[in-house]
């Protein structure tokens, strides 16, 4: 009977390769022990009811582990984290054509509002979001171009 423990360890353990949750290791495990346990007993109840406990075990017990551990990181990486951050209009935004220039550390982006205004050369903007190759800009103030 250990021979059936074996393989079925050996199945687990290259089920797991193709997971991620690090969960079918744990019935891995569990399969090698009650292995271990059919060199001393023939009895089929006995051998189960290890692999079943030593599994469930395993499992609860590095639960709370592998969720730290699989936690997500959530903060904005490359293009999306300029979202929130301010840049300068280069070329005048106009609402209703979707076109415009905005220059952001040193990057030149194609830019565009959702406002219903137009937003001149000069103007200091807020980076609201990516869309493709386009940046969503708003106002923060805008700058005359009025000389007296």
Do not use: C, R
């Not at 599994?55 to 551990?69: C, D, E, G, R, Y």
């Not at 936690?71 to 929130?84: A, E, F, Q, R």
């Amino acid at each position: 009977m250990w021979q059936i423990w074996l393989i079925s360890a050996g199945v687990f353990f290259i089920i797991e390769i193709f997971t991620i949750g690090f969960f079918i290791f744990w019935l891995g495990i569990g399969s090698l022990l009650a292995m271990v346990v059919s060199l001393f007993t023939t009895n089929l109840v006995v051998q189960s009811t290890v692999f079943i406990i030593s599994s469930t075990l395993l499992i609860l017990a590095t639960k709370p582990l592998v969720n730290k551990l699989q936690k997500k990181d959530n903060t904005p990486t490359n293009v999306y984290s300029i979202v929130g951050k301010k840049a300068i209009v280069i070329e005048d935004i106009n609402w209703s054509t979707g076109k415009g220039q905005i220059k952001f550390e040193g990057e030149i982006w194609s830019a565009k509002t959702n406002e219903h205004e137009n937003i001149p050369k000069g103007s200091e903007v807020e980076i609201e979001g990516i869309e493709g190759v386009k940046a969503f800009v708003k106002p923060i103030k805008i700058v005359s171009n009025n000389t007296n």
